[in-house]
């Protein structure tokens, strides 16, 4: 009985000491911050994913309340939230949030197996950035996706997935929040953030290879061989051709879809237009 | 009597050098030649042909582009069929002069006799002069980096050099070249090291062999005995001794601190044996560097054998020359196969730095599957730089760059013996080059910004 | 024409493996498996073929069933560790116990932590020391030789450890001349005491081991030595201070300290990576070893200062780094 009267003795006392210890030590070293950044990180999705440009979500909110301070909170935006987010974090500095477009992640490669014929085997560390550090990889395009799945394993939405059958990447467009993990992964910076666009229409150049147009089309019978036929066919002044490689500049496109056709390789792919759902049915 | 040799780590892979006895044959003229611009180490040379320009045997065809670079002559006569670009050992496609071959003429400066001219013949070069030949004939290290030669010996001015050790270890499984040239043109290469003693005006050279060529340490030491500045040294078998750092501290026991410290600042040049007979040649000869030692080889290789190419020749023509590709899936090699690079088309060119074309077929050709890491240990007693390759590893492929730079990541010069010895066949020197190179990019970014 | 394979260099390997390491363990454990078949005859044999046959099964079972990956049976290590728990068990201990000792050494110590490569402990000690605290009883009922016939029901008696301890704690140093001689201890003839555990019986055998490994460079030399020197250094100067502590020789022949020294401190895994990590390791283990023997309750201390020193060996690698090449000159 004594013991058991001791030890409980002996235990509160511990514990009375250590938590006025506590107490002490909390109001001494307490740190004074900003009441708004809590507010405004509590309103953040707390991924940290980066993609703001912060280092976490943290980092943009004291950002966010040292911009509010400023007078402005232009240019800021978390992409994971969106304009909801910036919306709510407007409110709660008092100031007004420019929305924008929601953007996602495209992946400028078709160089699936039957398109891109494998030339060697690679055989070493499965990652891109090692292959690409190294050696061209396994086709003869010196530009085109590696296949091991960097932005995969860099995307925190599971938005990103292998397709097993041709060897690419492709983004899930409900999940992908466009916090540019993947474009920032990729070795050879084939993954671009474009403009959502209305209703999910797309227009761009699926493809990445800065090679002579022969050399393209011999390494992969979809490269864009910088012909020029899309530049000349735009009536909007969006192509562009630099390095025998096209590039459509998604704020001056109307997706009028002309350079989809015209394109001799089938380099430029429209995405979620009517008209490619049907062919999809159909195949 | 106990043999020199590095201090730290090391490996003693299987040896496989099948085609040591083989004597050295001409090569076949190519059809096409293709002569990459970017053959070495710095800036790549800038051409000085144009398309459809008549070139002999001998001619210039590009110059050097800046300070660490080197000019390319034509190792083939004919017609400049196109500057372009076209696929070199990393697979990547780099610029290139390709020129169709026709007949075979050379410029009449070079002096093709066997007559052997030695350094007493011709008082009347000075170090200044030999310097200037070796550049302008293009010569770069021929052991594999392809470092221009001449800024070797013009050390900068903190540094002074007090030998020259020539590399005659090929420490390397399968390549035979340098031993071939070795016991075919010893006078020779003695005579180069005369003229590379003068051009860096020391009085001591070293030649390192090691002790599994017995007949070249026989033959040398024999064309040597009267000769007190000139001492030949048989070292232990150990493999990475063909380093540059390993070579000083087996030869002359003294070490290169860290990067960026070079083999100069304790006093050593080094030079390889296929480099000492260009310089020879061009010193001697007027012949500019065109054609170097090459082995073609490979235990299913029907008939491996040493070559004498011509820069630009391409690896395929050279493997049908020897019996073709041998069946199944294959790993043709520029180097051997502890340093050489994998290379991912047969229309890659023989360049300056292409001392062997080693092929490894069936289960040579693959790595094994990889297993767990054990953490025996054993990598960081093969490594010859004192590092913990494991330790690198792990970093560099978590991407923890500013310890990965603590841990000394920039003295890794990529030997392979860590992978070499790892009993679960981890792609350890795949996961530190990654990383190195990333380091390596953060140290140019923080220079410049100073 | 085949394809062509690309990779980074090396593109040659060693040879080495690690089924190479492991079977070489294997190997090395021989000697000292057919003295133990030859002094406890009977219960050797089912208590080592129980233990390397639940921890395979153990290692099946849960990579197959529970981390759902590729069985990895063939890589060997799940038969060292099965051999050397069972090396370092009685050898009257009940099948049903030895199990639990394969599933605690399996299935707790090694694949929580991920499997081989990953696990902080030498799983074999976790489980021996399980077991020890758990069948304290069974765990230190030690039988005598020659009882080729009979398992549980073998006679026991006191080991060589049990006495020095006695002698301690008496402060009787007349109790030691109990002691068999060195010779009985080097080869593990002495036929009125308890053996110990199945794999100590026999110094000279697991020496035998030894020189094996280094012959196959399974192992270096750091380890074992620095541990057997500590020992005998420290237990010496013991002696010397104070008669009731037993006399150095005797100290590293007795109990399982050349088992532990040999065969479980220098498991890859758990020991340090740098040869001035593993004298520092080994030189811990030793210390500890002869504190935990001459003055803790148990009578045997191996096991306990090696998991002690597991616990280091992610300090020690922090802390001992090999030399760099041209370090010297800096100076």
Known sequence: MNFILTSVIALGAIALISSVVLYFISKKFAVKEDPRIGKVSALLPG????????????????????????????????????????????????MAAASSEPFVAVVRCNGTCDNRPRIAEYDGLHTCAAIN?????????????????????????????MNPDTGLPEVDE?????????????????????????????????????????????????????????????????????????????????????????????????????????????? | MRLHTFKIGGVHPEENKITADVKTKNAALPKVAIFPLGQHIGAPAKPVVKRGDFVKVGTLIAESGGFVSAPIYSSVSGTVAKIDTSIDATGYRKPVIIINVEGDEWEESIDRSEKLETLDEHSELTPENIIDIIKRAGITGMGGAGF???????????????????????????????????????????????????????????????????????????????????????????????????????????????????????????????????????????????????????????????????????????????????????????????????????????????????????????RKAIQPCIRCGKCVDACPMGLEPYLLAILSANNLYDRLENEGVTSCMSCGSCQFTCPSHRPILDNILQGKGVVMGMIKARNVKK | MGKLIVSLSPHAHGNDSVEKNMFGVVIALIPAILVSFIYFGLGSVVVLLSSVAACMFFEWAITKYMLKRE??????????????????????????????GALMAIGVAKMTFGGLGNNPFNPALVARCILLVSFPAQMTSWPMAGQLTSYIDAQTGATPLAIMKQAIKTGDASILDKLP????????????????????????????????????????????????????????????????????????LSGGLMLGAIFMATDYVTSPMTHKGQLIYGIAIGFFTVVIRNWGSYPEGMSFAILIMNAFTPIINLSTKPKRFGEVVKK
């Open chain 3, 71 to 100: 069985p990895t049976l063939t890589d060997g290590s799940a038969i060292v560790t099965g051999l050397l728990l069972g090396m370092n068990l009685p050898s009257n201990l009940p099948v049903c116990i030895v199990i639990i």
């Open chain 2, 148 to 366: 221009p030669a001449f800024i070797k010996l013009c050390p900068p001015p903190t540094a002074k050099a007090e030998c020259i050790i020539i590399n005659g270890v090929e420490c390397e499984p399968y390549i035979t070249a340098d031993y071939r040239l070795m016991m075919e043109h010893a006078k020779e290469i003695l005579v180069g090291l005369d003229l590379l003693m003068k051009a860096a005006k020391v009085d001591r050279g070293y030649i390192g062999i090691e002790e599994n060529k017995p007949e070249a340490i026989k033959l040398f030491t024999q064309l040597t005995a009267d000769d007190s500045r000139i001492e030949i040294v048989p070292l232990a078998q150990k493999y990475p001794q063909g380093g540059e750092k390993q070579l000083v501290d087996a030869v002359i026991n003294r070490q290169v601190p860290a990067p960026p410290a070079i083999p100069v600042n304790v006093g050593a040049i080094i030079q390889n044996i296929c480099t000492a007979y260009a310089v020879y040649q061009a010193v001697m000869k007027h012949k500019p560097l065109f054609e170097r030692y090459t082995t073609v080889t490979g235990k299913q290789v029907k008939n491996p054998g040493n070559y004498l190419v011509r820069i630009g020749t391409t690896f395929g023509e050279l493997i049908c020359a020897c019996g073709g590709m041998p069946e199944g899936d294959n790993k043709v090699l520029a180097g051997g196969p502890m340093m050489g690079k994998s290379v991912m088309s047969l229309d890659v060119p023989v360049t300056k730095g292409t001392n062997s074309i080693t092929i490894l077929s069936g289960n040579d050709a693959r």
């Open chain 1, 47 to 94: 991924a940290n994913c980066g993609g703001c440009g912060f280092a976490g979500c943290s980092g943009m909110a004291c950002a966010l309340v040292a911009g509010a301070d400023k007078g402005s909170i232009e240019g800021f935006r978390c992409p994971v939230g969106g304009d909801d987010v910036m919306l709510k974090i407007a409110d709660t500095l008092g």
């Open chain 1, 174 to 283: 409900d999940k992908c929040t466009s916090c540019g993990a993947c474009v920032k992964v990729c070795p050879r910076h084939i993954i671009e953030l474009r403009k959502k666009g209305p209703k999910g229409h797309r227009v761009y150049v699926q493809c990445a290879n800065k090679d002579k147009g022969a050399v393209a089309k011999k390494a992969c019978s979809v490269a864009c061989i910088g012909c020029g036929k899309c530049e000349k066919v735009c009536q909007f002044d969006a192509i562009t051709i630099e390095n025998n490689l096209s590039y459509i500049d998604f704020n001056k496109c109307h997706m009028c879809i002309k350079c989809v056709d015209e394109c001799p390789t089938g380099a430029i792919v429209k995405i979620n237009f009517p008209i490619k759902k049907k062919v999809e049915v159909e195949a």
């Open chain 3, 181 to 252: 001689s060195a010779t009985q201890l080097l080869l593990g003839s002495n036929p009125t005491m308890g053996l110990g555990s199945i794999g100590e019986v026999c110094a000279l055998a697991l020496l035998l081991g030894l020189a094996y490994l280094l012959w196959k460079k399974v192992i270096t030399w750091h380890i074992p030595v620095s541990i057997i020197a500590t020992v005998f250094i420290f237990s010496g100067l013991l002696h010397l201070a104070n008669p009731v502590y037993s006399n150095p020789l005797n100290e590293i």
């Open chain 1, 133 to 161: 550090s190294t050696s061209a990889g396994e086709t003869g395009c010196g530009y085109g996706c590696l296949g091991c799945g960097d932005c995969v394993s860099a995307c925190q939405f599971d938005a990103i997935h």
